[in-house]
């Protein structure tokens, strides 16, 4: 789908729907969603109300937003894509305003990519800064140099480290305490490369400059210190192949079990 104007008209409906439903949260759905003109704005407007702005002035980060918006299209068509992702993966969300009004991962995720614009204008201290209130108000920890494709989905998100080199492609699921870490000292590039379609469950660890290639169903818990070839199961600490996922995407199915296909 990933149209901006289709998305929003769903989730202006159902904002009215649910106020209907809970007239105490009425005020809430006219603020958050129902008073903008647009999912960008009210995406934005999720951002401001989480972060904390006595440090940078109120008027300032919307602009911020706004602009990086305006300058690449590829933020709004991201804002879309994991909505949909949401929608289509996470068995606890039924419509598409849940994920940008309840669900901290969609929003870390949205402030991640305003922070990864800054990173690349070279206004690094400002996304260092915005990245350090994601920390606070999330629990969740995505460096602004991290390269994230588009469709990706962080269920429950808490715990998620992704470090400044790693690469993740698109429609990629990612359960919570996963980390994409370094594994030792060294500088420049050292974190991981994930492919499209890949799923990553719980508590997971990639560590170091390894490439897991499309379609890989990495198995929860697991420590990944080598490079994993497409379309393979892995599992165990420290992680091996243990078999191939049914599915070529396993991130769109999210299922997690080993399964005898897999062992």
């Known amino acids: 789908m990933h149209d901006p104007e289709y998305l929003w008209n769903i989730i202006c409906d159902e904002a009215r729907e649910l106020s209907q439903q809970e007239p105490l949260l009425h005020a809430f759905f006219e603020a958050s969603v129902l008073s903008h003109q647009n999912l960008a704005s009210a995406v934005i ?3 401001a109300t989480a972060l904390d702005q006595s440090v940078l002035q109120v008027p300032a980060f919307p602009t911020i937003c706004a602009t990086a918006v305006s300058d690449d299209a590829d933020i709004l068509r991201n804002f879309c894509r994991d909505l949909e ?14 994920p940008l009004l309840y669900f901290k991962g969609y929003p870390a995720l949205q402030l991640q990519r305003i922070c990864h614009w800054l990173w690349g204008r070279k206004q ?5 800064f915005l990245h350090s209130k994601m920390t606070e108000n999330f629990a969740v920890d995505i460096h602004p140099g991290a390269k994230i494709g588009g469709g990706i989905m962080l269920d429950h998100a808490t715990g998620l480290v992704i470090g400044e080199t790693a690469v993740v492609g698109d429609n990629v699921s990612i359960l919570h305490s996963v980390s994409l870490g370094g594994s030792g000292v060294q500088r420049g590039d050292r974190h991981p ?13 990639i560590l170091g400059n390894v490439t897991v290639g499309d379609g890989v169903k990495v198995g929860a818990g697991s420590l990944v210190l080598e490079s994993v070839p497409p379309h393979v199961t892995v599992a165990g600490v420290p992680a091996r192949v243990v078999g191939v996922p049914q599915e070529t995407l396993p991130a769109l199915e999210m299922d997690q079990y080993l399964d005898s296909n897999d062992a």
């Not at 992702?85 to 849940?98: G, H, S």
């Not at 690094?124 to 260092?128: D, K, P, V």
């Open 45 to 47: 407007h999720r951002l």
């Open 85 to 98: 992702a949401y929608v289509a993966r996470d068995a606890a969300c039924d419509r598409y305003i849940l």
């Open 124 to 128: 690094r201290i400002l996304a260092l």
């Open 193 to 205: 490369k994930i492919g499209h379609g890949v799923l990553i469950a719980a508590g997971a660890k």
